[in-house]
């Protein structure tokens, strides 16, 4: 499977397990977790993007963002993060470093700065631990603007944060005051 291919069905998948799993009528149980055996059959029929149980479990372990996740005996995946539907990822709070970044156009700083960072239609606020992260995110909607974020103050002021399987750290909002400017 070459590249080209693989993206095309990462991009499925992320449609199918993070937003819309009706587009193929996925069953997703309440933590997100959707049947390997149906998810393969859902995808074949109508003209949807169809792939092997093979196929699938290398764009798993080869995806850069690691974006998906098996269980442990591979019948089941989900992704790891970045659903705009309504699951249970069944994480718990974790004490974030001092400090985590968050990438985005240059267009979005003057109202991230006046009115934070919103999840909108996501569960949570993606944060990066490290700043070439945070830089390729913020690539995909235009000139990249990274900012720093003042976790370690959110947490002491009562703000609880989670880390995905894929190491993303995830919160429900940002307050304009943790936030500064690179």
Request: glycine share 4%; no cysteine.
């Amino acid at each position: 499977m070459n590249e080209q291919q693989k993206k095309k069905i990462s991009k499925f998948l992320s449609l199918v397990l993070r937003h819309k799993p009706e587009t193929i009528h996925l069953n997703l149980d309440e933590n997100g977790w959707a049947h390997v055996d149906e998810l393969i059959t859902k995808s074949r029929r109508d003209s949807y993007q169809g792939f092997t149980f093979e196929e699938l479990d290398e764009i798993v372990a080869t995806n850069d963002k690691q974006r998906f996740i098996f269980n442990q005996d591979k019948t089941k995946i989900r992704a790891n993060q970045g659903h705009s539907v309504a699951i249970d990822l069944a994480l718990q709070p974790l004490q974030p470093p001092e400090f985590l970044y968050h990438g985005t156009a240059e267009v979005n700083v003057p109202s991230i700065l006046e009115n934070g960072i919103e999840k909108r239609s996501r569960q949570h606020v993606h944060l990066s631990q490290d700043k070439e992260t945070a830089t390729k995110v913020g690539m995909r909607h235009g000139k990249p603007v990274i900012l720093t974020i003042q976790t370690g103050k959110m947490q002491e002021d009562g703000i609880l944060f989670y880390l995905s399987e894929n190491n993303v750290w995830l919160t429900d909002f940002v307050n304009p005051e943790y936030i500064s400017t690179i």
